[in-house]
């Protein structure tokens, strides 16, 4: 297996860093809260791996507003 998509993901990751430092938030608090949603995800990937297979999910759009017709 490849391991491009690693390097790519932290590429892609230290670009999404550099946003919010250049916006003004601590650079150690960033990575800090991107480890916390990181762990989050994990958490909920754990619990639900595919929620598109429940049942809760809406197929389609409601077309039961106004200007749908």
Wanted: proline share 7%; aromatic share 6%.
């Amino acid at each position: 297996m490849s391991v491009e998509w690693q390097a790519g993901l932290r590429l892609k990751l230290e670009d999404l860093v550099d946003k919010f430092v250049v916006d003004g938030a601590p650079h150690e608090e960033v990575l800090r809260t991107l480890r916390l949603e990181a762990d989050k995800l994990i958490i909920a990937y754990e619990q639900d791996p595919d929620p598109a297979d429940d049942g809760s999910v809406i197929d389609g759009p409601a077309n039961d507003w106004p200007a749908a017709t």
